[in-house]
């Protein structure tokens, strides 16, 4: 058996806000292996952000994290001080942010930015990073590099804004890159080069990768195993393929039939009915999907769903799978 | 976590000697332990004691009452002159810096040669146009803190119009007024909080300053700084007339001051 | 033939650029390089390119959010740098835009009820009671709810952002909007549901959508005509269907066979292909 780069178990985060406690992130476990690029879909305000922000204990103030275990590479995680942290970041394990804006400084330019990462976590000259910054900036697609590394980040599109910050997050090489919507504000032709690039990385740095994406192409061209999540919960894991084959949840299943193509021009889209049930309406201890599934049944208002394995590493958390008689179409 | 705290130490120092400072002054207000100004020829260059906690000076007056009463001064000055100073800094940095153009040239070259200047040296010349005294001394320091102030907020303003929720308001039909009220100037609260801080410090030191050289503040009202040129004197016969009189102005000076490092430190993290 | 509400005649914008030294010559970013084109009431216009192509910048031109550098913008005929003040704001309140980014367009200082209830604000719209109504009914509309009205920007999540910023937009009832990427934080289910809101909107108001975005599936979804961007210019315009069916510009063929495919048998061609000479030019 493999040992895990990034183990989670049983996490919980809940937010304090004016008139209570209310849970975000409830069980959340999986891990993630050497080598292996791992993504998480799901829709808006189900969590996924807040799942990595409490890997890097970086979750705002009024957010209470507890959790069984949390480790990279056998270090306990939450038990890290400010400074052991500032070793890890970036170069042990970096982040792409959801919105490039907020990561960016906007009163510093973008070459001194990316070239920062190396200036705290290398003895690189001033030359050397320089360098090295410009080769970056080529490698994520970056045109005109060395007019751009003195510009500023307003005066770049929204797409270069995101690549200066996959450049920060790719520069020092680190062991794993947490991914948030890295590719969301590129056109297709520069995702496909900037998917190549993670490929590259991952085949010969061997690194590892947590990838959050709503575009089910992206997440089936680059990563091997799929989380999928719904108000807070995993409800869905397994291999990509198999999940896009053969998905089990029927969130999953609404999900995978909501994408639109041009195919479906002129009609109206498949939308799951409802939406996803804001912090303070979630109900605990039943299945979160309850209120919007199809195949709801009794069970499903009284009881939280266990993890059922499919076959593999595909589990699932319904009903219908531990109490009912399976979900067929 | 601990990180965070060890950097706030100097912070809550400020504030605390800021508060107390405060008190004091206040307090000075309604009590003093004896008449400031009330001479006591007996009793002239007298050491601490019970009676007198910080001694006399050379007219035998009580020193803690003086110094008491002088930090009225102190706080009367720091306030005017700051507010003076924001008032107009703020106007002008945030037209120049919102509407650019050649209002924004004029400015600043203005704040570029103001700032071109020591500051005291300024309040120095402005002093010899307007003369010395109180009031005169708070427009003089209050105009020597515009240009900081200006460009402080220039440059805020220059930095937050580019930004998206600034356009996304005027894409949704606001006026000037608007932007700078309540999309502007509630983001660069805390470098201009910065600026008042340092200010108010810059300030007091600068009446010190002034008051020594025997420009500022007039008998017969309080001044520290003329304070300390008057014990500059005794300097060998009552050291602690210097220490404890420097020590009033130090500490309120150093409040600001740590209290600016602590706000900027603030921002800084959340940057 | 109607005439159009946007008409956009020969858009130039150029950006200076630092110079590396000063011995250097004044450099131009050339962000749009001479455009033209009509956009027709009732009708959704898609905006496709590669990233940095100008898109944006065009947009807010469009929007006058950014001086040309030569060029005019007509909106139902009538020049908009000619407008007064008076009907610069009245025209403001017909047109809207939801910019790319989120995050940046959102004030950080002020919650989601006010930011959502400024629009009505400034155009001095109903008494407070009904401008709150106004704003908790929009919200419903784009999948959030009352519980978000005392939140901070940051408080939300990156889709939870993107529609509060479409929100905002919608709830003047506007005739054109500039919708920047107005889609592409959120996943499949919920952006399906603002597609439908915005069509539904479109059917109601007979609004005029200006579609920027580079997800090829959602623009050939909601889109009537696209237009492609490469460098700063228009190289291809056309009928959703027709342009799907005869490429011609090379940069438009490789942009419509790198859509990620969910077939398998589909293999992706371009991964594996040369992509960074286009960018080079
Ligand atoms: N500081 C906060 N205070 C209160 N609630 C918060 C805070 N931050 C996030 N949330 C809530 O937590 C939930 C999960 O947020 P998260 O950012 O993880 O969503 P997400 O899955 O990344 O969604 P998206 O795809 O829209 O980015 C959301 O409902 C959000 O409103
Ligand atoms: N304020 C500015 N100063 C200088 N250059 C700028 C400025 N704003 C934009 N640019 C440049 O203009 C070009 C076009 O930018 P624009 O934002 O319009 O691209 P875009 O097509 O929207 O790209 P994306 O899909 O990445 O958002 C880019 O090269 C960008 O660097
Ligand atoms: S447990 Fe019940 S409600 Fe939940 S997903 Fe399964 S069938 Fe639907
Ligand atoms: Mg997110
Ligand atoms: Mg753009």
Redesign the interface.
């Known amino acids: 058996m493999r040992t895990p780069i990034l183990t989670v178990e049983n996490m919980n985060v809940s937010f304090e806000l ?1 008139n209570g406690n209310y849970k975000a992130l409830e069980n959340i476990t999986f891990s993630v292996y050497p080598n292996e690029v791992v993504g998480i ?5 189900c969590g ?3 799942t990595t922000q409490a890997i890097l204990g970086i979750l ?1 103030k ?1 957010a209470i994290v507890e959790y069984e275990k949390m480790e990279y590479k056998q270090v306990s995680l939450r038990e890290l001080r400010d400074k052991d942290w500032r070793e890890i970041r970036g170069k042990d394990i970096s982040m792409i942010f ?5 990561a960016l400084n906007p009163l510093i330019t973008v070459g001194k930015q990316i070239g920062e990462v190396l200036k705290v976590h290398t003895s690189y000259s001033k030359d050397e990073i320089k360098k090295r910054t410009i080769e970056m900036m080529k490698k994520v ?1 970056l ?1 005109r590099a ?2 751009l590394y ?2 500023y980040p307003h ?7 995101q ?1 200066v910050a996959i450049a920060i997050a790719l520069i020092a090489d680190p062991d794993l890159i947490i991914a ?2 890295p590719t ?10 900037i ?2 690039l993670f ?1 590259k990385i991952k085949n010969e740095q061997k690194s590892s990768m947590i990838f959050i994406s ?5 997440i ?2 680059i990563c091997d195993r799929v989380l999928v999540m719904y108000a807070g919960h995993i409800v869905e894991e397994g291999a990509v ?1 198999e999940i ?1 084959k053969n998905p089990k949840h029927p969130y999953t299943k ?2 995978i039939q ?5 195919r ?2 002129g009609m ?5 009915p409802g ?2 049930p ?4 979630r109900k605990i201890g039943v299945c979160p999907f309850a209120d919007r599934c199809s195949h709801c049944f009794d069970a499903c208002h009284i009881e939280m769903p266990m993890t059922k394995e499919i076959e593999g590493t595909h589990t699932v958390k319904c009903h219908l799978y531990t109490k009912g008689a399976g979900l067929t179409s | 976590m601990n990180l965070k705290k060890a950097k706030s130490i100097p912070f809550y120092i400020g504030v605390g000697l800021i508060v107390f400072l405060l008190l004091v002054m206040i307090i000075s207000i309604f009590y003093t332990p004896y008449d400031p100004n009330a001479m006591d020829s007996a009793n002239r260059l007298a050491a601490p004691s019970m009676e007198h906690l910080f001694g006399t000076d050379n007219f035998g007056r009580d020193i803690l009452s003086r110094i008491m009463e002088g930090s009225q001064t102190a706080f009367i000055i720091g306030i005017s002159s700051v507010t003076i100073g924001f008032i107009f800094g703020f106007l002008f940095g945030a037209i120049a810096g919102y509407f650019g153009g050649w209002f924004d040239e004029v400015i600043s070259r203005f704040i570029d040669a103001m700032l071109a200047f020591p500051g005291i040296l300024l309040a120095i010349m402005l002093i010899a146009v307007f003369n010395t005294g109180m009031t005169n001394t708070i427009i003089a320091l209050g105009i020597m803190s515009i240009p900081s102030f200006a460009r402080i907020t220039r440059s805020s303003f220059i930095q937050y119009k580019e ?3 600034v ?9 000037s007024f ?1 932007i700078i009220f ?2 502007i100037l ?2 660069a609260v805390s470098p201009i909080l910065v600026a008042v801080a340092l200010s108010f410090s810059g300030a007091v030191l600068s009446e010190s300053g002034l008051s020594y050289l025997g420009l500022g503040v007039q008998p017969p009202d309080p001044s520290w700084g003329r304070m300390l040129k008057e014990a500059q004197a005794y300097i060998a016969s009552a050291p602690w007339y210097v220490i404890l009189t420097g020590l009033a102005i130090t500490f309120l000076v150093l409040g600001f001051n740590l209290l600016a490092d602590g706000l900027r430190d603030k921002q800084d993290r959340k940057a | 033939m109607t005439i159009p509400i946007i008409e956009v005649e020969n858009v130039y914008k150029y ?1 200076k ?2 110079r ?1 030294s000063f011995s250097d010559k004044n ?1 131009y970013v050339k962000a749009v390089n001479g455009v033209s084109f009509s956009l027709y009431e009732g009708e959704s216009f898609g905006l ?5 192509s100008g ?3 065009l947009g ?1 031109v469009i ?1 006058q ?1 950014i001086n040309q550098t030569s060029g005019t913008v007509k909106y139902r005929g009538k020049n908009v740098s000619t407008y007064t003040k008076k009907e610069l ?1 009245a025209w ?2 017909q ?3 939801v ?12 919650t989601i009820g006010w930011i959502m209830e ?2 009505l604000n ?2 001095r719209i109903g008494n407070k009671a009904f401008r709150r109504q106004r704003v908790m009914e929009v919200l419903e509309e784009v ?3 009352h ?2 009205m ?1 939140r901070y920007p ?10 509060v ?1 479409i929100a ?1 937009a919608i709830i ?1 009832e506007p005739e054109f909007m500039v919708i ?2 107005g889609v ?10 603002i ?2 809101l915005l ?1 539904r909107l479109q059917r109601k108001y007979r609004l005029t959508y200006l579609f920027i975005s ?5 623009v ?3 889109c009537d005509r696209i237009a492609v961007m490469y460098l700063g210019e228009i190289v291809e315009i056309g009928e ?1 269907e027709e342009l ?1 069916r005869s490429l011609k510009h090379p ?1 438009t063929k ?2 419509f066979s ?5 077939d ?1 048998s589909e293999e ?1 061609k ?2 594996d292909g040369n ?2 000479s ?3 030019i």
């Open positions: 004016v879909v799901g829709e808006s305000g996924k952000s807040l705002p009024n959801q919105e490039p804006m907020s697609g045109p060395e007019e003195k510009s005066q770049l599109s929204g797409g270069m804004q690549r948030d919507e969301t504000a590129l056109d297709v032709t520069i995702q496909a080069q998917l190549a490929k709503h575009d089910w192409g992206v089936r061209n393929s896009l609404s999900l909501s994408i639109p193509d041009h479906k021009r109206e889209l498949f939308t799951i939406k996803v804001s912090l303070q309406d | 930004y998206d929720f356009k996304a308001s005027i894409a949704k039909g606001a006026g608007r309540q999309h509630p983001n | 950006y650029q630092a590396k450099k496709v390119g590669e990233s940095g898109k944006s910048t807010q929007l959010l704001k403001r309140k047109v809207q835009i910019f790319q980014n989120p995050y940046a367009s959102l004030n950080p200082k002020k400024e629009p400034i155009h999948g959030l709810d519980t978000f005392d940051h408080e939300l999540s990156g889709g939870q952002r993107q529609r910023a905002s003047l920047d990427e592409s934080a959120l996943d499949v289910s919920v952006q399906a549901q597609l439908n069509k580079h997800d090829l599936n959602v050939q979804y909601f959703t799907g940069y490789a942009l790198s859509i990620l495919s969910l398998e992706l371009l991964l992509l960074p286009l960018l080079e």
